[in-house]
């Protein structure tokens, strides 16, 4: 069965950096696109970032964009989000998600979430 | 505030049919499909309909979804006690070039 499984959150100060990793297992991780979505807490959802299944294109949204860098390791099944220059409002839990169409927030398979939390 | 736009909450009672309802765009909604997730209390989100009315393997049929113009909306027949939980919905954004959520509907079953 598909699992994805995040890890890498925790209590990180402003300013400071953190990555995230998704392990996914049940399915060919190199033959779909992969993407990250946060939840702030008590609030909604907000996609973050997305990658093409050969590493080849990715997208981020606005509020990351030039701190977060997502990769893959498709050798390793693995989906990683590099978090720098984080800020009070990054703090959230971070879901990977498994994206079955590109540019369509289609997301078929979600991992239990990692909280990361930016408090000095 | 979500470029997605839904009411913050919705109920009914078991047995009941209710519908929540997601309001966009011509850059989202208007052009592309919508998609409903079903967060379940302190769980991740689940996917409930893709594609405007598509329901994945599992999904009970009390459950449907529907488009037209820059809206969208999700029904939910015979509610059970089981439904409560918060609604979202998500789009591609063609102007923004990204995905696009609700801001989430709280169902409550009375």
């Known amino acids: 069965q598909v699992q994805l499984v995040e890890s890498g959150g925790g209590l990180v100060k402003p300013g400071g950096s953190l990555r995230l990793s998704c392990a996914a297992s049940?399915?060919?991780?190199?033959?779909?696109?992969m993407s990250w979505i946060r939840q702030a807490p008590g609030k909604g959802l907000e996609w973050v970032s997305y990658?093409?299944?050969?590493?080849?294109?990715?997208n981020y949204a606005d509020s990351v964009k030039g701190r977060f860098t997502i990769s893959r390791d498709n050798a390793k099944n693995s989906l990683y989000l590099q978090m720098n220059s984080l800020r009070a409002e990054d703090t959230a839990v971070y879901y990977c998600?498994?994206?079955?169409?590109?540019?369509?927030?289609?997301?078929?398979?979600w991992g239990q979430g990692t909280l990361v939390t930016v408090s000095s | 505030q979500s470029v997605l736009t839904q009411p913050p909450s919705a109920s009914g009672t078991p047995g009941q049919r209710v519908t929540i309802s997601c309001s966009g765009s011509s850059s989202n909604i208007g052009s592309n499909t919508v998609n409903w997730y079903q967060q379940l209390p302190g769980t991740a989100p689940k996917l409930l309909i893709y594609?405007?009315?598509q329901r994945p393997s599992g999904v009970p049929d009390r459950f449907s979804g529907s488009k037209s113009g820059t809206s969208a909306s999700l029904a939910i027949s015979g509610l059970q006690s089981e439904d409560e939980a918060d609604y979202y919905c998500a789009a591609w954004d063609d102007s923004l070039n990204r995905g696009v959520f609700g801001g989430g509907t709280k169902l409550t079953v009375l």
């Open positions: 990658i093409s299944s050969s590493s080849s294109y990715t």
């Open positions: 998600a498994r994206d079955r169409r590109w540019n369509d927030p289609y997301f078929d398979y």
């Open positions: 049940g399915f060919t991780f190199s033959d779909y696109y």
């Open positions: 594609s405007n009315n």
